[in-house]
Structure formats: structure tokens, C-alpha cells
């Protein structure tokens, strides 16, 4: 079971992603987690992506891909796993498309979430965090004792710039112009699964789970 999860940042693709994972016994796999784990272990695409990021420069894709296909080749990987994070653009996407079926192999379930963009905006808009421990909170799904008060140590909570309206707005900006488009591509190669993403995060796992299994 090959998946690639797809959505718009804040829908919720991450958090499903885990759940696939733990259920089915295959790995989760983010591109932050293998970039990290190639620069902890000093490859030599770790290096590569390092000077990249060390300048302040995106990662060509070729150094990115290098490093899924040797991910996903390992032993923990043989009986499938989730992608999260990747592909973001429709040439990723080709790139990963032909590499695994030079393998003889292929995505099974491209499962995108679905919730429109306001929903989002006003999920993560709603978010408070804590400066001091880090604690998290949502202002309407699991709002502080205190309004604005952290419960574990009694801090200010504050709005992470990443969660500010105009921030999330811009990430989504980016998404319609450089991700959506995975949609098509994976429709068009009739792997795609649409879930409702609004509904109550256990109700979108059951949902997730009933099509999986119904492949």
C-alpha cells in the first residue's frame, strides 16, 4: 500500500498520515524527516541538501527525490508507506512516477483532503501557543482554562506568525499554484481519493480507512 497524501497546509494530511501509518504498520514518510536524517548521518545528499539550505536556497529536486528512493528502498518500506510532504509539484510527482515504475512499481492511493480555504484559515488562525513549554491550544477546539492563559505554566499564550491570517493565506496562495495541480495528475492516472475534511478528525480517519480497504 504506496500512498501519497495530498492537501492544503492545515487540512489536517499530516495528522491523517500518522493514523494510516500506525494502522497499517508502514512507515510515514516527510521529506523534514529525511532531510534531517540525511544531514544527522552526513550522506552525501544530506551534504548537498545542507549547502542548499545553508544558503537560503531551495533543494533541487533531484537531490530531494535521490533521497525518498533510498528511503522508501529500505527493508521497513517493502509492504508500503505514506508519503507526506512529497511530491509538492507536478514535475516531483513525474520524476516519482518514472522512477518507481523503472522498478516495476507505483502509487497505489493518492488520498487528498479536502477543506476549502476559509476552513483552514479559521483552524489556524484559531491557534495559541506557549512561549515558554509549548504548549498548544485552538481558541475554539481546545481553548485554554484561562482566555489567552497557558494551563501547564500560566504563560501569555501567543499566535505563531506561521498562523497569522495573511501567513496562512500566502501558503495557501502557493499551494493552488504549485501543489492543486497534483490533483489532476493523480486523477488522470485514476489513483486519486477525495475525503471531507471538515468532519471531525476520527470521522475523516474512518472515512480514509473505509476507502483504503475498499480499493
Known amino acids: 500500500m ?10 489536517g494530511k499530516g495528522t491523517q498520515a500518522i493514523k494510516i501509518a500506525d494502522k497499517y504498520g508502514i512507515p510515514h514518510i516527510s521529506t523534514g524527516d529525511i532531510f534531517r536524517a540525511n544531514i544527522k548521518g552526513g550522506t552525501e545528499l544530506g ?3 545542507k549547502s542548499y539550505m545553508d544558503k537560503g536556497e531551495l533543494v533541487p529536486d533531484e537531490v530531494t527525490i535521490g533521497m525518498l ?12 508507506y505514506v508519503l507526506d510532504g512529497f511530491p509538492r509539484t507536478i514535475p516531483q510527482a513525474e520524476s516519482l512516477t518514472k522512477a518507481l515504475a523503472e522498478k516495476g512499481d507505483k502509487i ?3 488520498m487528498d483532503i479536502e477543506v476549502p480555504d476559509e476552513a483552514i484559515v479559521q483552524r489556524m488562525s484559531g491557534r495559541r501557543a506557549c512561549p515558554k513549554c509549548g504548549a498548544t491550544y485552538h481558541i475554539v477546539y481546545a481553548a485554554p482554562k484561562t482566555e489567552n492563559v497557558c494551563d501547564k505554566c500560566g504563560s501569555e499564550l501567543i499566535i505563531r506568525s506561521d498562523d497569522k491570517p495573511e501567513t496562512v493565506q500566502d501558503r495557501l496562495n ?21 475525503v471531507d475534511g471538515t468532519k471531525e478528525l476520527q470521522e475523516v480517519f474512518n472515512d480514509v480507512v473505509a476507502i483504503l480497504e475498499n480499493k
Do not use: F
Not at 69 to 80: E, P
Open 108 to 110: 497505489d492511493c493518492a
Open 174 to 194: 502557493v499551494y493552488h499554484k504549485q501543489t492543486e495541480p497534483l490533483i489532476s495528475y493523480y486523477k488522470n492516472a485514476d489513483v486519486l481519493r477525495e
Open 47 to 49: 551534504m548537498k541538501a
Open 69 to 80: 528512493l533510498d528511503r522508501i528502498a529500505q527493508d521497513d518500506c517493502k509492504d508500503g
Open 2 to 11: 504506496k500512498i501519497v497524501m495530498l492537501g492544503a497546509p492545515g487540512a
